[in-house]
Protein backbone atom coordinates (compact mmCIF):
# COMPACT_ATOMS: atom_id res chain seq x y z
CA UNK A 1 0.00 0.00 0.00
CA UNK A 2 0.96 3.36 -1.12
CA UNK A 3 1.72 5.91 1.65
CA UNK A 4 -0.75 8.16 1.14
CA UNK A 5 -2.93 5.39 0.25
CA UNK A 6 -2.08 4.12 4.25
CA UNK A 7 -2.75 7.61 5.64
CA UNK A 8 -6.18 7.84 4.11
CA UNK A 9 -6.63 4.29 5.45
CA UNK A 10 -6.17 4.79 8.76
CA UNK A 11 -7.72 8.17 8.74
CA UNK A 12 -10.89 5.86 7.12
CA UNK A 13 -10.76 3.45 10.00
CA UNK A 14 -10.71 6.38 12.79
CA UNK A 15 -13.16 8.48 11.65
CA UNK A 16 -15.47 4.99 11.38
CA UNK A 17 -14.89 4.45 15.17
CA UNK A 18 -15.43 7.76 16.20
CA UNK A 19 -18.48 7.88 14.17
CA UNK A 20 -19.89 4.53 15.77
CA UNK A 21 -18.81 5.80 19.15
CA UNK A 22 -20.44 8.95 18.71
CA UNK A 23 -23.55 7.46 17.63
CA UNK A 24 -23.52 5.22 20.74
CA UNK A 25 -22.80 7.90 22.87
CA UNK A 26 -26.53 9.43 21.28
CA UNK A 27 -28.01 6.40 21.78
CA UNK A 28 -27.36 6.36 25.13
CA UNK A 29 -28.73 9.58 25.80
CA UNK A 30 -31.37 8.58 24.74
CA UNK A 31 -31.53 5.51 27.04
CA UNK A 32 -31.43 3.32 24.14
CA UNK A 33 -29.45 0.60 25.80
CA UNK A 34 -29.89 -2.28 23.65
CA UNK A 35 -28.53 -0.54 20.62
CA UNK A 36 -26.08 1.27 22.09
CA UNK A 37 -24.79 -2.26 23.58
CA UNK A 38 -24.66 -3.70 20.54
CA UNK A 39 -22.46 -0.81 19.06
CA UNK A 40 -19.97 -0.81 22.04
CA UNK A 41 -19.49 -4.46 22.12
CA UNK A 42 -18.28 -4.28 18.05
CA UNK A 43 -16.32 -1.37 19.21
CA UNK A 44 -14.48 -2.76 22.19
CA UNK A 45 -13.61 -5.98 20.12
CA UNK A 46 -12.30 -3.89 17.11
CA UNK A 47 -10.19 -1.99 19.86
CA UNK A 48 -9.29 -4.95 21.99
CA UNK A 49 -7.41 -6.64 19.24
CA UNK A 50 -6.49 -3.46 17.36
CA UNK A 51 -2.36 -3.75 17.59
CA UNK A 52 -2.28 -7.49 16.97
CA UNK A 53 -4.45 -7.26 14.24
CA UNK A 54 -2.62 -4.63 12.21
CA UNK A 55 -5.18 -2.16 12.98
CA UNK A 56 -3.46 1.51 11.04
CA UNK A 57 -3.59 3.46 14.47
CA UNK A 58 -1.12 4.98 16.73
CA UNK A 59 -0.69 4.15 19.86
CA UNK A 60 -2.22 7.48 21.39
CA UNK A 61 -4.96 7.30 18.49
CA UNK A 62 -6.10 3.71 19.77
CA UNK A 63 -5.58 4.98 23.54
CA UNK A 64 -7.70 7.61 23.31
CA UNK A 65 -10.51 5.85 21.70
CA UNK A 66 -10.58 3.43 24.45
CA UNK A 67 -10.36 5.93 26.35
CA UNK A 68 -13.49 7.44 25.34
CA UNK A 69 -15.37 3.33 24.93
CA UNK A 70 -14.60 2.65 28.16
CA UNK A 71 -16.08 6.13 29.28
CA UNK A 72 -19.74 5.32 27.79
CA UNK A 73 -19.26 2.10 28.65
CA UNK A 74 -19.47 2.85 32.43
CA UNK A 75 -21.97 5.39 31.75
CA UNK A 76 -24.42 2.81 30.59
CA UNK A 77 -24.06 0.60 33.34
CA UNK A 78 -23.86 3.10 35.87
CA UNK A 79 -27.36 5.06 34.37
CA UNK A 80 -28.64 1.13 34.63
CA UNK A 81 -27.50 0.69 38.53
CA UNK A 82 -25.04 -2.52 36.95
CA UNK A 83 -22.60 -0.74 39.79
CA UNK A 84 -21.06 -4.23 39.86
CA UNK A 85 -20.78 -4.47 36.06
CA UNK A 86 -19.36 -1.40 35.57
CA UNK A 87 -16.16 -2.42 37.66
CA UNK A 88 -14.58 -3.79 35.43
CA UNK A 89 -14.70 -0.97 33.04
CA UNK A 90 -13.58 1.48 35.10
CA UNK A 91 -10.36 -0.54 36.27
CA UNK A 92 -9.66 -0.26 32.21
CA UNK A 93 -10.74 3.33 31.97
CA UNK A 94 -8.47 4.22 34.56
CA UNK A 95 -5.57 2.34 32.90
CA UNK A 96 -5.72 3.48 29.43
CA UNK A 97 -6.21 6.97 30.74
CA UNK A 98 -2.66 6.31 32.55
CA UNK A 99 -1.15 5.36 29.84
CA UNK A 100 -2.59 8.22 27.45
CA UNK A 101 -1.26 10.73 29.78
CA UNK A 102 2.20 9.52 29.81
CA UNK A 103 2.68 8.82 25.77
CA UNK A 104 5.12 10.87 24.64
CA UNK A 105 3.45 13.37 22.06
CA UNK A 106 5.40 13.17 19.71
CA UNK A 107 3.36 9.95 18.76
CA UNK A 108 0.66 11.72 17.70
CA UNK A 109 0.52 11.75 13.88
CA UNK A 110 1.52 15.10 12.14
CA UNK A 111 -1.14 16.65 10.26
CA UNK A 112 -2.25 20.22 9.19
CA UNK A 113 -5.80 18.98 9.10
CA UNK A 114 -7.49 19.54 12.18
CA UNK A 115 -10.27 17.69 11.05
CA UNK A 116 -7.97 14.61 10.83
CA UNK A 117 -6.74 15.26 14.47
CA UNK A 118 -10.26 15.63 16.05
CA UNK A 119 -10.58 14.99 19.39
CA UNK A 120 -14.06 13.91 21.20
CA UNK A 121 -12.45 16.17 24.12
CA UNK A 122 -9.09 17.37 24.86
CA UNK A 123 -6.81 15.71 27.31
CA UNK A 124 -7.63 18.27 30.45
CA UNK A 125 -11.79 17.42 29.69
CA UNK A 126 -11.13 13.95 29.81
CA UNK A 127 -9.40 13.63 33.03
CA UNK A 128 -12.45 15.59 34.60
CA UNK A 129 -14.55 13.48 33.19
CA UNK A 130 -13.02 10.38 33.91
CA UNK A 131 -13.51 11.78 37.61
CA UNK A 132 -17.02 12.60 37.16
CA UNK A 133 -17.47 8.88 36.08
CA UNK A 134 -15.27 7.46 39.18
CA UNK A 135 -17.39 9.77 41.39
CA UNK A 136 -20.94 8.27 39.88
CA UNK A 137 -19.60 4.51 40.30
CA UNK A 138 -18.12 4.98 43.84
CA UNK A 139 -21.38 6.96 45.40
CA UNK A 140 -23.47 4.67 43.17
CA UNK A 141 -21.53 1.76 45.42
CA UNK A 142 -21.83 3.76 48.49
CA UNK A 143 -18.66 4.11 49.35
CA UNK A 144 -18.92 7.94 50.56
CA UNK A 145 -15.01 8.39 51.50
CA UNK A 146 -13.89 7.63 48.39
CA UNK A 147 -16.53 9.45 46.14
CA UNK A 148 -15.77 12.72 48.31
CA UNK A 149 -11.98 12.03 47.17
CA UNK A 150 -12.62 11.82 44.09
CA UNK A 151 -14.94 14.52 43.96
CA UNK A 152 -12.65 17.59 45.74
CA UNK A 153 -9.55 15.89 43.73
CA UNK A 154 -11.35 17.05 40.42
CA UNK A 155 -12.92 20.44 41.89
CA UNK A 156 -9.43 21.00 42.25
CA UNK A 157 -8.50 20.43 39.04
CA UNK A 158 -10.92 22.54 37.50
CA UNK A 159 -9.94 25.84 39.78
CA UNK A 160 -6.70 25.51 38.32
CA UNK A 161 -8.09 25.69 34.98
CA UNK A 162 -10.10 28.13 35.63
CA UNK A 163 -6.91 30.29 35.47
CA UNK A 164 -6.80 30.04 31.76
CA UNK A 165 -10.01 28.49 30.66
CA UNK A 166 -13.41 29.52 31.62
CA UNK A 167 -15.59 27.24 29.26
CA UNK A 168 -18.70 26.21 30.03
CA UNK A 169 -18.24 22.19 29.94
CA UNK A 170 -15.93 23.52 33.37
CA UNK A 171 -18.90 25.01 34.85
CA UNK A 172 -21.40 21.71 34.33
CA UNK A 173 -18.83 19.47 35.15
CA UNK A 174 -18.59 21.89 38.51
CA UNK A 175 -22.00 21.33 38.91
CA UNK A 176 -22.23 17.48 38.96
CA UNK A 177 -19.22 17.33 41.45
CA UNK A 178 -20.49 19.21 43.87
CA UNK A 179 -24.35 17.44 43.00
CA UNK A 180 -22.44 14.54 44.23
CA UNK A 181 -20.97 16.07 47.23
CA UNK A 182 -23.76 16.94 48.58
CA UNK A 183 -25.39 13.35 48.70
CA UNK A 184 -22.29 12.32 50.08
CA UNK A 185 -22.30 14.85 53.35
CA UNK A 186 -25.77 13.49 53.42
CA UNK A 187 -25.12 9.83 53.65
CA UNK A 188 -22.28 10.59 56.11
CA UNK A 189 -24.46 12.78 58.38
CA UNK A 190 -23.15 15.92 57.50
CA UNK A 191 -26.20 18.14 56.73
CA UNK A 192 -23.61 21.48 57.63
CA UNK A 193 -21.37 20.06 54.79
CA UNK A 194 -24.53 19.24 52.57
CA UNK A 195 -25.92 23.11 52.46
CA UNK A 196 -22.21 24.21 51.84
CA UNK A 197 -21.95 22.69 49.15
CA UNK A 198 -25.86 23.41 47.39
CA UNK A 199 -25.06 27.13 48.48
CA UNK A 200 -21.50 26.34 46.14
CA UNK A 201 -23.66 25.17 43.46
CA UNK A 202 -26.12 28.68 43.21
CA UNK A 203 -22.54 30.91 43.20
CA UNK A 204 -22.15 28.56 39.61
CA UNK A 205 -25.53 29.25 38.47
CA UNK A 206 -25.26 33.13 39.53
CA UNK A 207 -21.99 33.39 37.66
CA UNK A 208 -23.05 31.02 34.65
CA UNK A 209 -27.42 31.60 34.19
CA UNK A 210 -27.86 29.00 31.69
CA UNK A 211 -26.43 25.77 33.63
CA UNK A 212 -29.96 26.53 36.23
CA UNK A 213 -31.62 25.03 33.51
CA UNK A 214 -30.38 22.08 33.18
CA UNK A 215 -29.36 21.52 36.53
CA UNK A 216 -32.74 23.16 38.79
CA UNK A 217 -34.17 19.88 39.20
CA UNK A 218 -31.55 18.44 40.34
CA UNK A 219 -30.78 21.38 43.02
CA UNK A 220 -34.40 21.05 44.57
CA UNK A 221 -34.12 16.93 44.56
CA UNK A 222 -30.62 17.09 47.10
CA UNK A 223 -32.69 20.01 48.68
CA UNK A 224 -35.60 17.89 49.38
CA UNK A 225 -32.85 14.78 50.66
CA UNK A 226 -31.35 17.51 52.48
CA UNK A 227 -34.34 18.15 54.22
CA UNK A 228 -35.36 14.73 54.68
CA UNK A 229 -31.97 14.64 56.89
CA UNK A 230 -33.73 17.05 59.40
CA UNK A 231 -35.77 16.73 61.92
CA UNK A 232 -39.15 18.46 61.62
CA UNK A 233 -38.74 19.47 57.92
CA UNK A 234 -40.52 16.66 56.11
CA UNK A 235 -43.17 19.29 54.35
CA UNK A 236 -40.28 21.13 53.28
CA UNK A 237 -38.71 18.23 51.35
CA UNK A 238 -42.10 17.05 49.97
CA UNK A 239 -42.17 20.95 48.99
CA UNK A 240 -38.41 20.67 47.28
CA UNK A 241 -39.57 17.10 45.08
CA UNK A 242 -42.63 19.02 43.86
CA UNK A 243 -40.40 21.76 42.97
CA UNK A 244 -38.29 19.69 41.38
CA UNK A 245 -40.52 17.57 39.30
CA UNK A 246 -41.37 20.72 37.39
CA UNK A 247 -38.50 21.20 35.82
CA UNK A 248 -37.66 17.53 34.57
CA UNK A 249 -38.93 14.91 31.91
CA UNK A 250 -36.01 12.39 32.36
CA UNK A 251 -38.20 9.09 33.61
CA UNK A 252 -34.89 8.17 36.07
CA UNK A 253 -34.89 11.36 37.67
CA UNK A 254 -38.77 11.55 38.14
CA UNK A 255 -38.74 7.61 39.45
CA UNK A 256 -35.93 8.92 41.92
CA UNK A 257 -37.78 12.13 43.28
CA UNK A 258 -40.84 9.82 43.30
CA UNK A 259 -39.47 7.10 45.49
CA UNK A 260 -37.71 9.65 48.11
CA UNK A 261 -41.18 11.39 47.75
CA UNK A 262 -42.85 7.86 48.33
CA UNK A 263 -40.68 7.84 51.89
CA UNK A 264 -41.75 11.14 53.19
CA UNK A 265 -45.19 9.87 53.04
CA UNK A 266 -44.54 6.88 54.77
CA UNK A 267 -42.73 8.98 57.79
CA UNK A 268 -45.40 11.42 57.78
CA UNK A 269 -48.25 8.70 57.90
CA UNK A 270 -50.23 10.87 55.42
CA UNK A 271 -53.70 9.31 54.01
CA UNK A 272 -53.28 5.75 52.89
CA UNK A 273 -55.10 6.79 49.66
CA UNK A 274 -52.55 9.75 48.79
CA UNK A 275 -49.62 7.19 49.73
CA UNK A 276 -51.36 4.24 47.71
CA UNK A 277 -51.81 6.39 44.60
CA UNK A 278 -48.01 7.17 45.14
CA UNK A 279 -46.65 3.36 45.46
CA UNK A 280 -48.69 2.72 42.86
CA UNK A 281 -46.62 5.11 40.50
CA UNK A 282 -43.54 3.50 41.20
CA UNK A 283 -44.27 -0.20 41.44
CA UNK A 284 -41.40 -1.97 40.06
CA UNK A 285 -42.72 -2.46 36.39
CA UNK A 286 -43.29 1.01 36.24
CA UNK A 287 -39.82 2.39 36.53
CA UNK A 288 -37.91 3.22 33.95
CA UNK A 289 -36.64 0.25 31.40
CA UNK A 290 -33.38 -1.22 32.28
CA UNK A 291 -32.62 1.01 34.87
CA UNK A 292 -31.74 -1.91 37.84
CA UNK A 293 -30.90 0.44 40.65
CA UNK A 294 -34.48 2.31 40.73
CA UNK A 295 -36.53 -1.20 40.22
CA UNK A 296 -34.49 -2.39 43.37
CA UNK A 297 -35.15 0.73 45.22
CA UNK A 298 -38.62 0.53 44.33
CA UNK A 299 -38.85 -3.25 46.20
CA UNK A 300 -37.49 -1.85 49.33
CA UNK A 301 -39.93 1.10 49.39
CA UNK A 302 -42.94 -1.16 48.64
CA UNK A 303 -41.05 -3.45 51.04
CA UNK A 304 -41.10 -0.77 54.07
CA UNK A 305 -44.86 0.29 52.88
CA UNK A 306 -46.21 -3.27 53.60
CA UNK A 307 -44.01 -3.53 56.87
CA UNK A 308 -45.26 -0.29 58.00
CA UNK A 309 -49.32 -1.39 57.18
CA UNK A 310 -48.38 -5.18 58.90
CA UNK A 311 -48.39 -6.86 55.52
CA UNK A 312 -45.42 -9.22 56.93
CA UNK A 313 -45.59 -11.74 54.33
CA UNK A 314 -45.89 -8.94 51.38
CA UNK A 315 -42.98 -7.25 52.90
CA UNK A 316 -40.79 -10.29 53.54
CA UNK A 317 -41.14 -11.01 49.95
CA UNK A 318 -40.26 -7.36 48.46
CA UNK A 319 -37.53 -6.88 50.57
CA UNK A 320 -35.86 -10.38 49.75
CA UNK A 321 -36.09 -9.39 45.87
CA UNK A 322 -34.46 -6.14 47.20
CA UNK A 323 -31.54 -8.27 48.60
CA UNK A 324 -31.44 -10.00 45.24
CA UNK A 325 -31.44 -7.30 43.08
CA UNK A 326 -28.81 -5.23 45.09
CA UNK A 327 -26.33 -7.87 45.65
CA UNK A 328 -26.25 -8.70 42.35
CA UNK A 329 -25.81 -4.92 41.06
CA UNK A 330 -23.27 -3.89 43.97
CA UNK A 331 -25.83 -1.85 45.85
CA UNK A 332 -24.76 -1.75 48.99
CA UNK A 333 -26.62 1.00 50.86
CA UNK A 334 -30.05 -0.55 49.47
CA UNK A 335 -28.86 -3.80 50.74
CA UNK A 336 -28.03 -2.85 53.57
CA UNK A 337 -31.73 -1.29 53.97
CA UNK A 338 -33.17 -4.14 52.65
CA UNK A 339 -31.34 -6.43 55.73
CA UNK A 340 -32.19 -3.75 58.89
CA UNK A 341 -35.79 -3.68 57.39
CA UNK A 342 -36.31 -6.90 57.27
CA UNK A 343 -34.15 -7.46 60.96
CA UNK A 344 -36.98 -5.13 61.89
CA UNK A 345 -39.77 -8.07 60.52
CA UNK A 346 -38.30 -10.84 62.65
CA UNK A 347 -38.12 -8.99 65.56
CA UNK A 348 -41.68 -8.34 65.53
CA UNK A 349 -42.29 -11.93 64.95
CA UNK A 350 -39.86 -12.44 68.13
CA UNK A 351 -37.24 -14.46 65.13
CA UNK A 352 -34.46 -12.95 67.35
CA UNK A 353 -31.83 -15.00 65.86
CA UNK A 354 -32.57 -14.58 62.40
CA UNK A 355 -33.18 -11.14 63.43
CA UNK A 356 -29.76 -10.41 65.09
CA UNK A 357 -27.63 -11.88 61.83
CA UNK A 358 -29.75 -9.43 59.39
CA UNK A 359 -29.39 -6.39 61.39
CA UNK A 360 -25.70 -7.29 62.42
CA UNK A 361 -25.36 -7.49 58.22
CA UNK A 362 -26.79 -4.35 58.03
CA UNK A 363 -24.60 -2.57 60.56
CA UNK A 364 -21.45 -4.08 59.17
CA UNK A 365 -22.30 -2.46 55.23
CA UNK A 366 -23.18 0.60 56.95
CA UNK A 367 -20.10 0.93 58.60
CA UNK A 368 -18.03 -0.17 55.72
CA UNK A 369 -19.26 2.22 53.41
CA UNK A 370 -20.13 4.38 55.72
CA UNK A 371 -23.62 5.61 56.39
CA UNK A 372 -24.25 7.48 59.19
CA UNK A 373 -28.50 7.04 59.12
CA UNK A 374 -28.40 2.82 58.92
CA UNK A 375 -25.44 2.91 61.60
CA UNK A 376 -28.24 4.65 63.99
CA UNK A 377 -30.84 2.60 62.75
CA UNK A 378 -28.86 -0.89 63.48
CA UNK A 379 -27.49 0.05 66.17
CA UNK A 380 -30.65 0.77 67.96
CA UNK A 381 -32.46 -2.31 66.75
CA UNK A 382 -29.40 -4.82 67.72
CA UNK A 383 -29.44 -2.76 71.39
CA UNK A 384 -32.91 -3.86 71.21
CA UNK A 385 -32.70 -7.41 69.62
CA UNK A 386 -29.80 -7.89 72.79
CA UNK A 387 -31.95 -6.62 75.48
CA UNK A 388 -34.78 -9.12 74.31
CA UNK A 389 -31.87 -11.70 74.42
CA UNK A 390 -30.98 -11.13 77.71
CA UNK A 391 -27.30 -9.81 76.67
CA UNK A 392 -27.14 -6.93 77.83
CA UNK A 393 -23.56 -6.23 77.75
CA UNK A 394 -23.92 -6.60 74.17
CA UNK A 395 -27.23 -4.24 74.17
CA UNK A 396 -25.79 -1.29 75.94
CA UNK A 397 -22.40 -1.74 73.38
CA UNK A 398 -25.30 -0.54 70.38
CA UNK A 399 -27.20 1.80 72.68
CA UNK A 400 -23.40 3.67 73.28
CA UNK A 401 -23.07 3.92 69.53
CA UNK A 402 -26.22 4.73 69.11
CA UNK A 403 -26.15 7.61 71.55
CA UNK A 404 -22.53 8.56 70.31
CA UNK A 405 -24.15 8.86 66.62
CA UNK A 406 -27.05 10.59 68.03
CA UNK A 407 -25.13 13.01 69.61
CA UNK A 408 -23.06 14.04 66.89
CA UNK A 409 -26.55 14.30 64.39
CA UNK A 410 -27.60 16.94 67.30
CA UNK A 411 -24.80 18.96 66.96
CA UNK A 412 -24.78 18.79 63.19
CA UNK A 413 -28.38 19.96 62.80
CA UNK A 414 -27.95 22.90 65.16
CA UNK A 415 -24.83 24.25 63.31
CA UNK A 416 -26.78 23.86 59.90
CA UNK A 417 -30.62 25.28 60.60
CA UNK A 418 -28.52 27.92 62.21
CA UNK A 419 -26.45 28.77 58.92
CA UNK A 420 -27.50 31.33 56.40
CA UNK A 421 -27.37 28.98 53.61
CA UNK A 422 -30.00 26.93 55.25
CA UNK A 423 -32.52 29.71 53.95
CA UNK A 424 -32.13 27.58 50.66
CA UNK A 425 -34.99 24.93 51.59
CA UNK A 426 -36.79 28.32 51.03
CA UNK A 427 -36.66 28.72 47.44
CA UNK A 428 -39.62 27.38 45.51
CA UNK A 429 -40.65 29.85 42.49
CA UNK A 430 -38.44 32.53 41.99
CA UNK A 431 -35.63 32.26 39.25
CA UNK A 432 -32.48 32.23 41.65
CA UNK A 433 -32.09 30.75 45.05
CA UNK A 434 -32.60 34.06 47.99
CA UNK A 435 -28.87 33.81 49.08
CA UNK A 436 -26.89 33.45 45.85
CA UNK A 437 -27.62 37.30 45.23
CA UNK A 438 -25.93 37.95 48.67
CA UNK A 439 -23.51 35.31 49.32
CA UNK A 440 -21.74 35.34 45.40
Known amino acids: MLYKDKQWYQRRVRARLLFSLSQAMALLIQRNFDVAD ?19 LTSTEILSLKVFHHVLQV ?19 HSCYKQLTQLDANNVASTNNSAEMFQWMNTQQLFLLVYVVSVMHALQ ?23 YNNDTLLSSYQLILLEQLVLTHLL ?20 HHH ?5 RASLHTALGLYAMALPDALDNALAQFNAALKYTTEPEQVSFIKLNSAIVHI ?7 QLNSLLESIEPGKMPNKCHSLKASSYCIQGLAALVEGRM ?3 KSKLRETL ?15 FVLLGDIFLKMDNHRDAIEMVRSAHDIANRIPDAGLQVWSAELLSNLYTCTGDQARAQEYETVRAKLCASAATEVETTVNSPEHCLLQWLDSEFPPSSMSMV
Do not use: F
Not at 48 to 54: H, K, L
Not at 75 to 93: N, P, V
Open 313 to 315: KDA
Open 324 to 338: VMANKADLNKLTSCA
Open 38 to 56: VILKEVGAILENAEQSGLA
Open 188 to 207: KGSTSGAIKELQKCTAVYQK
Open 267 to 273: KQNLPPE
Open 141 to 163: QGYTDKAESYAKKALHLIDKQRT
Open 75 to 93: SEYIWQGLIKSARQGLKQL
Open 211 to 215: TLKHH
